[in-house]
Every structure is written in structure tokens, then in C-alpha cells.
């Protein structure tokens, strides 16, 4: 591989390869060996290095623990037939972050030190890509404000780091869904299109009480009159309603960018799928599942691809889903996002890079 950016490599001492089973891979439990970091000070990203996974040592007064600085993305990699890896869209996760970063008053990463941190660390861990079947290599970069610092402002200081954990098929079952209109994701103004840490602080709770009474995920409602769906869970959230997929919007600032959501989005334009970014309304949902109008209604997200949705309540009343056919939207959006990751269906919008 070319490499343009120049920087420090320590190798562990000893890999964890050996003594990790791949055919039981608990999500984001296994770690791979190394890390990339850089440390921003003075106005630049410095002392950039790629050093075995390890504990960091942090001052109790760090400011991102008390006040949030923080935030993330998520992307995967794929080993395909030849041994190649293969990372779908990372220059779309760069943008993301710095879209985050602004929001957050944190500072933006180059793209060389993301694309070049990201590909020699996956580069140096290539055997930590999982071959079997399904399975992938989850990438976390993320960045937090580093200054010992209890007074509430802006960090001075931050970390970015990128770590990797190979997953194994993560194929979700069917699940079930509870419409919230109690509390609220996000509201306009505030820190929903971000991918920042207290935004997922934030919805526990309420998932938490979902989960007691019997359902998997939320479906996120608008804060202001929870009339409107906005995402599932932490994946945005599609329906097809007489033919038509209807998805949020972005425009409110309330929606996660999703890459997921964009991609079948794209995918569905290609194959002349009607496609409408607009909130559909609580009554509309009910209204097309009373019918029997809804045809499908899944997430979109990295760590599932399609999150298949086969119950959905709606104030004290539970909806089942028809069974889909073979040949239902999602499962042809799927089956071609896979074909592509691993390498075995043409990439005609580029979306992947190869190492
Ligand atoms: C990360 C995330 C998504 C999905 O984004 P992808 O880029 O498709 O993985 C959707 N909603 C929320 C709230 C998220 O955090």
C-alpha cells in the first residue's frame, strides 16, 4: 500500500490472535491488537502513532468525563475472496465526524490523518478481518476533550483514536418496535445530528423501559408534538407504504446522517424505486398498517446493515407485520450492500476502497 503520512509503529509484544475464538465473537467485546492516536494541542494534531491497544491514563478532572466532549463513528471492513480488505465509504465517516466535531466544539481532522491513520492501522491488523461468512471488521474512531479542566468551556486538548473489533454476522431477528411519544431523541437546535456520546446517555432510559415491556427499540418520535417518526433505536428507520419507501428528512438537525440510510436511499433511485424523504406521521403509520398498506418497515445502520421490523406498537395497540416476500425491498437492499462490501457485486458509486 502507498503511503503518504509517515509516523511511529510500535508492535505489541505479543498478538491476541491465538487465543481469540473467532467462531464466537461477542459484538465489540473482542479487541484487536493496535491502535492509531493523535493528541491535539496548540492548535495542531500531534505525535500521531499506531501502539498496542491499551488502557489510557486520564485525570479525574478530564473534561470530556464530566461535560461530554466526546464523539464517534462506525464503520466496517470486509475481507473478500482474494484476501483484499475492503472498508465501505470511510471518506463518508470523516465528514461525519467533522460535521460532529463542529456541533461539539471539538476540533476537525485532516482527512489525510483519518484515511492514513485508518488504512495503516487495518493494514497492520489485516488478520484481524474475520473471513467466515457475514462476518466483518467493526472500526471505532472517536475523539474526547483531554484538558484537566472542571470549569464547563471548550477542551483545548483532545485525542483521536481508532480501534478495530473483528464481529461476526451480524444478522438481527425481526424486531419489535414501541412508537415513543413520551421522550424525546432529539429536538431541533439541539445535538441530534451529531454522533456524540450524551446523545446515546440520553436514550437509555427510555429504551430501558421499552425493553421491560416487551419491545426491542424505540421508534423515535419528534420532541415537539410526537406526531412524527424520526429514527429507531440508534438506526434511521424506513417504511414502504404502497410502493413508495418514505424516510425522514435531514433538514431538522433531529436525524443522524446515516450512511446506511443514504446508500439505500441511492440504491433505490438507481433501481427506480420511489423513494420520499419526508416525516411520516404516527396517524399515516397507523392508518397503513390498519389497511394493510405497509408493505415493509426496517432500520438502516452500519452495525446491522437492515434491521428487519416485524411488530410495531402504537398507543396500547400492537401491529404485526406481513411476512415479506423473497423479493421485498430490503432484502434485495441487503443482499446488494453485501455484494458490494465483499466485493462481489459492482461498486458503481465508489463507495469502497480496497487494501
Ligand atoms: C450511527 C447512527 C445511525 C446510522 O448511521 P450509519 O452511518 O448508517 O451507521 C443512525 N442513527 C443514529 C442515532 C446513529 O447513531
Known sequence: MKTSLAFPVKKIATSKLSE???????????????????????????????EP????????????LHYGQSIFEGLKGYKNE???VIIFRP???????NESAERMCMPSIPEEIFMEGL???????????????????????????????I?????????????????GNYYSKPVSVKVETKFTRATEGGTGAAKTAG?????????????????????????????????????NVMFKINGTIITAPTH???????????????????WNQPVEERFLTVSELKEALEKGELEEAFGTGTAATIAHIRLIHIEGKDYELPEKPADAFSHRVLAELDGIKYGTTPDPHQWIIKL
Open 119 to 149: 488504512t495503516q492501522l487495518i493494514d497492520l491488523d489485516r488478520e484481524w478481518v474475520p473471513t467466515a461468512k457475514g462476518a466483518s471488521l467493526y472500526i471505532r474512531p472517536f475523539m474526547f476533550a483531554t484538558d484537566d479542566y
Open 20 to 50: 481469540t475464538d473467532f467462531s464466537n465473537l461477542v459484538f465489540g467485546k473482542t479487541i484487536s491488537d493496535h491502535m492509531f492516536v493523535a493528541d491535539y494541542k496548540d492548535g495542531d494534531w500531534t505525535d500521531l502513532r499506531i
Open 91 to 97: 471518506d463518508a465517516n470523516w465528514r461525519r465526524m
Open 82 to 84: 482474494e484476501g483484499e
Open 151 to 167: 470549569g464547563v468551556k471548550p477542551s483545548d486538548t483532545y485525542k483521536f483514536i481508532i480501534f478495530t473489533c473483528p464481529v
Open 199 to 235: 446523545n446515546y446517555a440520553a436514550s437509555l432510559y427510555p429504551a430501558l423501559q421499552a425493553q421491560k415491556a416487551g419491545y426491542d427499540q424505540l421508534l423515535w418520535t419528534d420532541g415537539k408534538s410526537h406526531s412524527q417518526i424520526e429514527e429507531s433505536g440508534t438506526m
Open 252 to 270: 431538522t438537525g433531529t436525524i443522524l446522517k446515516g450512511i446506511t440510510r443514504e446508500s439505500v436511499i441511492q440504491l433505490a433511485k438507481d
Open 53 to 64: 491497544y491499551s488502557p489510557l491514563q486520564l485525570n479525574p478532572s478530564n473534561a470530556a
